[in-house]
Structures are given as C-alpha cells and as structure tokens.
C-alpha cells in the first residue's frame, strides 16, 4: 500500500506554519483542486480530498499536535481521521469550519445550506426582513419628511417575554440532540441543514406560551416613524435595522426594507439632482425682453432676466434652486424652458398692428427664418439647374 504523503506537504507548507497561513495555503489548493472547476478530473478530485484531510487534522490544536508526534498513525484504527478517511462510498464527507468553504464557495454551500454556515451560528430563528412601499410627494422628496407607517408582522410575545414557554422549561431537540443542524448526503457532498424539528434552535419547549403557541412571537399591527432624507430618489430603498419581523423565542428580528416612490409633478420633472419646467412667455416679452418669475419647490421664488431676441425652447439654469444632494449641503440645478406664445383670438386694432409691424419688418430681424429661405432658394435653384 503507498504510503500517505505528509500533511505539511500536502499544504506546502513548513511545520512551523501560522494558523493564518495553514489557512491561506489551504485556500489557494482548494480553489485550484475544487470538483467544480476540474469536472471529471479523478486526480484533481482526490488531491481536494488530500488537502481538505491535510487541513483538517493540521488546523486543530490537539490533532496538529498528535499528528507531529505520532505521523499518520494517531489517527488510525479508530484514532479519528480527518475529513477524507472515513469513507463514504466516494463522496466527499467535510465535517470542519463550513465557513473556510464558504468564504471560498460562497454560492454553491449557499444553496445545498440553506444560506451558509453564517445562519447556523448567528442567524437560527432569525425574522424575516420585509418590504413596505412608500409613496411621496416631491415636495416632501425635496425637504425630507418624517412619516408613521403601519403595517402587521410577528412582535415579541408579551405573556412570556419572547422565550415561548410559559416557565421557561426547554429541552434538547431529539432529532438533532440539541444541535440544530441535520446531516445528509447530497451527491458529492455531505453536507448540514437546520433542522426542521426545532428550526435550527436546537431546543425544543415543554410547555409553550398559549398567546404564542411556544414561538416567542405573535402578530399584531405595528407603528413606527420613519424619517426620509432630504433629496431621497424613485426607487430609493431605505433600511431600518431590527424592525422587520420578530425572531423565533428571542432570535434577533430582521430588518425593514422601505422602497420609496416619488410621484409626478404638475409642474416639475427631476432628473437625478436636476429640476426641469417649462413655461410660456408672451411673444412680446421674448421679442422686447423681461423678468420671469419662477416657483421654486422650497415655496419661494426666483427670478429670471428675458434678453431681447430670446428664442422659444431657449433654456436658463438657476444654480442650487434643484433637488438637495443626500448627505451633503449642496443641491441640483433647475434648468426653465421657455415656450414662446403665439397669440390667438386676435381684435382688428390688433391684427392692424402685426400688418404694421411686418411691414417694417426688415432684413435680420428673423436670421432663423431668412437663413432658411435662403437655404430652400438655393435648393430650388439647384434643382432647376
């Protein structure tokens, strides 16, 4: 029989190793020898076995120091092998610190873990995050607001404090004999779930809460004030931390998740940080020029000076009259667009005064127009030719 190659070796690394670097050499094989990343490849597959052994014994304290003592031999009939030494038909059986391969494989022991091994230690019993839809005003997207919101999720249970029992008697679950997880073998791996019975609490309760049936938590109507920050976009999600639904028997609650919808404006249209109107001005105004009055969303008002000549579709930014930038003092621009006005419904005194007007109408009054007709004549011109 060929004899097993030195753990240290298999690592590459010295005896004298750190723990951070037994990890870091641990992790670099991993991802190079990982069965997804060499499908089908034998020899790839059993060097992943070979490492993930390796690493097993070589990370724990009092392995590491039977194995540099006694070799491969401490862990022989019956002494406790490593990760790849108890045979399991070819699979690969890993009974270490998920989390090594987490932080590696994050996606693929998401899925067969029901999210990693960060839920079976911080996370058992932890509340749903849930969703709440919110609908403003762009006046009050423009000075932020302070709303109370309403809606029902589970709460701590007031008859036992959140514990589930009504005296606190528990006892170890015993389907998973009080560990909370659930081994199974899935393929090629082995791996661990929470456990259906205790829901990963590892406990089970005697004699539950009769206001919340042993789950520490029951549903009611729930109020809280919600502060909107000044400039807060469409679309915009706003985080509340532990107010989402309550944890099982005292677990931590999950968070609110508030998705802010900014209605429509009769006047304005935002772009980002940007204010953007359109507004008529009197043919006159824009030939003989003048002063526009603009409403501004902080109530008040700003000014704009017409030149003579100004074209309609001309536009005119106002500096800091737009949408207050989050988390700083500054703020958008708003950008006016003028519409000139041709008038309608004209008197006779009226209509005698535009003859007049265009009777004295003379060359470069209308460079547009004249620069156009210009264009169109030589056109014709060249047609003809």
Same mark, same amino acid.
């Given at each position: 029989?060929?004899?097993?190659?030195?753990?240290?070796?298999?690592?590459?690394?010295?005896?004298s190793a750190?723990?951070?670097?037994?990890?870091?050499?641990?992790?670099?094989?991993?991802?190079?020898?990982?069965?997804d990343?060499?499908?089908?490849?034998?020899?790839?597959?059993?060097?992943?076995?070979?490492?993930?052994?390796?690493?097993?014994?070589?990370?724990?304290d009092?392995?590491?120091?039977?194995?540099?003592?006694? #070799?491969?031999?401490?862990?022989?009939? %019956? $002494? !406790?092998?490593?990760?790849? &030494? =108890?045979?399991? +038909?070819? /699979?690969? @059986?890993?009974?270490?610190?998920?989390s090594?391969?987490?932080?590696?494989?994050? #996606?693929?022991?998401?899925?067969?873990? %029901? $999210? !990693?091994?960060?839920?079976? &230690? =911080?996370?058992? +019993?932890? /509340?749903? @995050?849930?969703?709440y839809?919110?609908?403003?005003?762009?006046?009050?997207?423009?000075?932020?607001?302070?709303?109370?919101?309403?809606?029902?999720?589970?709460?701590?249970?007031?008859?036992?404090?959140?514990?589930?029992?009504?005296?606190?008697?528990?006892?170890?679950?015993?389907?998973?004999?009080?560990?909370?997880?659930?081994?199974?073998?899935?393929?090629?791996?082995?791996?661990?779930?929470?456990?259906?019975?205790?829901?990963?609490?590892?406990?089970?309760?005697?004699?539950?809460?009769?206001?919340?049936?042993?789950?520490?938590?029951?549903?009611?109507?729930?109020?809280?004030?919600?502060?909107?920050?000044?400039?807060?976009?469409?679309?915009?999600?706003?985080r509340?931390?532990?107010?989402?639904?309550?944890?099982?028997?005292?677990?931590?609650?999950?968070?609110?998740?508030?998705?802010?919808?900014?209605?429509?404006h009769?006047?304005f249209?935002r772009?980002?940080?940007?204010?953007?109107?359109s507004?008529?001005?009197?043919?006159?105004?824009a030939?003989?020029?003048?002063?526009?009055?603009?409403?501004?969303?902080?109530?008040?008002?700003?000014k704009?000076?017409?030149?003579q000549?100004?074209?309609?579709?001309?536009?005119f930014?106002?500096?800091?009259?737009?949408?207050?930038?989050?988390?700083?003092?500054?703020?958008?621009?708003?950008?006016v667009?003028?519409?000139?006005?041709?008038?309608?419904?004209?008197?006779?005194?009226?209509?005698?005064?535009?003859?007049?007007?265009?009777?004295?109408?003379s060359s470069?009054?209308?460079?547009?127009?004249?620069?156009?007709?210009?264009?169109?004549?030589?056109l014709?011109?060249?047609?003809?030719?």
């Amino acid at each position: 029989m060929m004899s097993k190659q030195d753990y240290y070796q298999t690592l590459g690394v010295s005896k004298s190793a750190s723990k951070e670097e037994l990890k870091k050499a641990y992790r670099k094989l991993a991802m190079q020898y990982h069965p997804d990343r060499n499908q089908g490849d034998k020899e790839a597959e059993k060097k992943f076995k070979e490492i993930n052994e390796a690493y097993e014994i070589l990370k724990d304290d009092d392995k590491k120091a039977a194995y540099d003592r006694f #070799g491969h031999s401490a862990f022989q009939n %019956g $002494g !406790g092998g490593g990760a790849g &030494s =108890r045979g399991n +038909g070819g /699979g690969f @059986d890993y009974s270490g610190d998920f989390s090594d391969l987490n932080d590696l494989f994050g #996606g693929i022991f998401n899925e067969f873990m %029901g $999210g !990693g091994a960060r839920t079976a &230690s =911080r996370d058992i +019993g932890r /509340g749903s @995050d849930l969703r709440y839809n919110l609908s403003i005003s762009l006046e009050e997207a423009y000075s932020g607001a302070k709303q109370n919101i309403k809606y029902k999720t589970a709460v701590k249970c007031e008859t036992c404090s959140g514990k589930g029992s009504k005296s606190g008697n528990v006892a170890n679950c015993s389907t998973c004999n009080g560990s909370g997880r659930i081994r199974a073998q899935q393929g090629f791996f082995t791996v661990e779930r929470t456990c259906h019975t205790c829901s990963g609490t590892g406990k089970i309760i005697k004699d539950p809460c009769t206001s919340c049936r042993g789950e520490g938590r029951v549903i009611k109507e729930k109020t809280i004030l919600v502060n909107i920050p000044a400039g807060v976009e469409d679309g915009m999600r706003i985080r509340v931390a532990n107010e989402g639904e309550a944890g099982l028997r005292n677990a931590p609650s999950g968070d609110l998740y508030i998705f802010v919808s900014v209605k429509n404006h009769k006047f304005f249209e935002r772009e980002g940080y940007q204010l953007f109107c359109s507004i008529p001005i009197k043919m006159t105004t824009a030939a003989l020029g003048g002063v526009l009055e603009v409403p501004t969303l902080d109530g008040k008002s700003a000014k704009i000076t017409i030149p003579q000549g100004t074209q309609s579709g001309t536009q005119f930014r106002l500096k800091g009259k737009g949408m207050p930038i989050m988390k700083t003092p500054g703020h958008g621009d708003l950008i006016v667009k003028v519409i000139v006005e041709i008038p309608v419904k004209l008197s006779k005194k009226q209509k005698e005064l535009l003859e007049e007007f265009e009777k004295e109408n003379s060359s470069g009054c209308n460079p547009q127009t004249e620069s156009f007709f210009a264009k169109v004549k030589g056109l014709w011109d060249d047609l003809k030719s």
